[in-house]
């Protein structure tokens, strides 16, 4: 595709530029709802900076990978474990003597706030846990890092559906069920509107069945990401 190919010639021309960029790289954290696509979309943008030469942080996602699997059947110390584990990934990149140029983070600090409304919503958090937990979220030293959030939601229905596609026994899980991810959605929300000011470059993309491509958000994301490293530069 042509547009692909303009991408590419963007980052290679920019490249020389960033690499003589002395401070942190590009912070970029991918948040939504179970299904909706962030992972693939990590790897889509992770693979075009990184065969366009640049240097990209992309931890693995705490949440899937990292937590430890004792903490699943209790959704606060699950995420409470998840958004450390966030913090952990910016100081690294942060102050990582590999100077990278661009780090992707699959949750991290915006997506937290999501989960803690959702479980304060649901019952399971209080009110001064949450204001306590926020408080430290919002610490400025890591909460400034992030320069954009990648927002991808889609509806209950359609992340069921797509968690089911390829099984042959459908069971919902303790996070894959229509009732927390209805609830999620609408804590997604809640923090846009509450904490719109904290994180003021947001992509908010509906990724539910009829939606754009992947490859297309992609497409966006990395774009998105060039103009803040064009501005950087600049």
Known sequence: MEEATDLRKRAEEL????????????????????KSGKSTCIEGVRHFFRRTGYRVLAPTEGASKRTPYFLRGNLVAFNAWSACYAVSSILEARYHSDHYDVALLDRGLFDAFAWFEFLK????????????????????EWRTQIGLVVLLV??????????????????????????????????????????SAAFPKLIDIDTSQGGPSLRDVSYKVTSAILNLLEQRVS
Do not use: C, W
């Open 15 to 34: 490249l020389p530029k960033v690499k003589e960029m002395d401070g942190p790289p590009i912070f970029v954290e991918f948040a939504g709802t179970p």
């Open 154 to 195: 889609a509806d209950a229905q359609t992340s069921m559906n797509r968690e089911n596609a390829d099984k042959l026994i459908f069971e919902e899980g303790r996070a894959m069920n229509k009732d927390v991810l209805h609830g999620l959605n609408e804590a997604y929300k809640a923090v846009k509107e509450h904490h």
């Open 121 to 140: 919503s649901s019952g399971r958090l209080s009110d001064g846990d949450q204001r306590a937990i926020n408080d430290f979220l919002m610490i400025e």
